[in-house]
């Protein structure tokens, strides 16, 4: 037996892998544990599940990797502040204590957080290439061009190459400080979100603006070449030398000061944010069929938190080069502990991909749904509501609890579900998710402003049974989105509650085979009222995690006004909850 355990850890959203024998086993973002949304610290928690999931410990490991090279990032950082000086001084002083005394003395925190158990060699990759990794090796492609874009790792900021059998390759790199990533997120910024967290609420507002300034951002911001490689204008960013992603420059271009966070969102950055994703769908394409030009393969695996960029996915698909892709569930940081990983098992042991070549984009992977976290069985949720006095309906039988659920989704219920192994990525894949019903008109704001305290523009994702996917979204034949990861346009106007502004989706599909469970509550849902699709989101509000324990599940659903959740077999409904707390007289 050979068992990896990949970490990524130290900027944002730490995590996880274990590979034994080739399998992946779990994986777990550290936020889940420690209720720290992004969290960077070293994977403590994350650790101990994936072990734990194996019956292993630290000393059974047979190589750890970590999913960048510390010493070249640090070579970034100090030849950038040199390029900058003076005017980078107050961000070079706040920096590099940090890395001199923490990132630098990387090998010795890792053996610290393994408790000194682990003595073997550790594996330090570079950060695309754990990206590229992850987003091949899972793939259900034999062969496949790869394609990683995100923020920066050490130097690149966006890879090109392809993988064959047990081999990645990669061939050209665009470097730091030109980088889409940081395009986008320096337009999440101004817009008035969190960087690093706020890039999708950036693309959810797209939707209500117009692209009036995308010859404005490509003037004067931006130049493109034909092969989608680009040069940023550095005069009007302050990345490279300050902690603030704009500048005075910036702002006099676009002629007013960033949003201030939680300040209406106005025409202006409606249409700032539609320029802005536009422009990066552009570059998305051109890079890809340059990639196209140079590899001339079908398959393209994508990966990076560019890759979470599902509009430009979407598109990509219907308008790139290539016949299939497959996008890495956990295409952001967390990913690269995956991809570190599978690229010790398969590139440095040289261990062979059991992987059929397929036709179509299909489910079809070794991620296995990326269902990959911990679980818990009915006794344990049992356990705790009885504990707490909660009163609950408890269901032996999966068809029952089904029908039960089906009843009060259809009636207009909201309803939180935790059950079996959590995801492992950003997105909620029906496992720790809030679900309600599509065709309802008001659920969204409702679900928006009572649930999710979360902005009102937002759009939800739907959950669509595979075989009945092509009848309510613009996939075409032979294309399946099971990672909620493709934004496609919705082809009916009875689902008003998924569908957003522009008439498009972020569409997951179900086929019963990594998720079972879901697709016979769908199936349920479908045999009630003649609808195959279920509104999800994550199971969490605002600012928060998505839940990892049913503990924090209940406490979710107890400060929000969802109308009933349930943990593995246990339903709690908050009217027996108001009814036990405040009986009847008499």
Sequence with gaps: MTAILGIS??????????????????????????????DASFPTHAIRYCLSEAGIDESDLD???????????????????????????????????????EKLRLRWKIKRGLNRKYRRRIVFCTHHQSHAASAFFPSPFDDAAVLTMDGVGEWASTTLGYGTGNTITLTDELRFPHSLGLLYSAFTYYCGFRVNSGEYKLMGLAPYGKPRFKDLIEDKLIRINDDGSFELNLEYFGYCQSLRMTNKHFNRLFGRPPRTPEAPLEEFYQDVAASIQVVTEDIVLKTARTLYQKTGKDNLCLAGGVALNCVANGRLLREGPFKNLWIQPASGDAGGALGVALLIWHQLLRQPRSRSSVKAASADDSQRGSLLGPRCDGDQVASMLDQRSIPYQR????????????????????????????????????????????????????????????????PFAPVVLADHARDYFDLEAGVESPYMLLVCDVKTTTLPAITHVDSSARVQTVDGKENPALA???????????????????FNVRGEPIVGTPDDALRCFLRTEMDAVVIENCVVEKKSLMLHRHPPPG
């Design 9 to 38: 850890a130290f900027y944002h959203d730490s995590a996880a892998a274990l590979v034994v024998d080739g399998k992946i086993i779990a994986a777990a973002q550290e936020e889940r544990f420690s209720r720290i949304k992004h």
């Design 395 to 458: 269901f032996d039988d999966q068809e029952r609890l089904n029908d039960y659920l089906v009843n009060l989704l259809a009636d207009g219920m909201v309803v939180g579900r935790f059950s079996g192994r959590a995801e492992y990525g950003p997105r909620a894949l029906g496992n720790r998710s809030i679900m309600g019903d599509p065709r309802i008109t008001d659920m969204q704001s409702t679900m928006n402003l009572k649930i999710k305290f979360r902005e009102s523009f937002r």
């Design 520 to 538: 016979r509550l769908l199936e349920a849902f479908y045999e009630k009222t003649g609808c195959p699709v279920l509104i999800n989101t994550s």
């Design 63 to 101: 190589f750890v990797g970590f999913y960048e090279k510390p010493l070249l990032k640090f070579d970034r950082l100090l030849e950038t502040y040199l390029s900058f000086a003076p005017e980078g001084f107050h961000s070079f002083r706040r920096a590099i204590p940090n890395w001199v005394s």
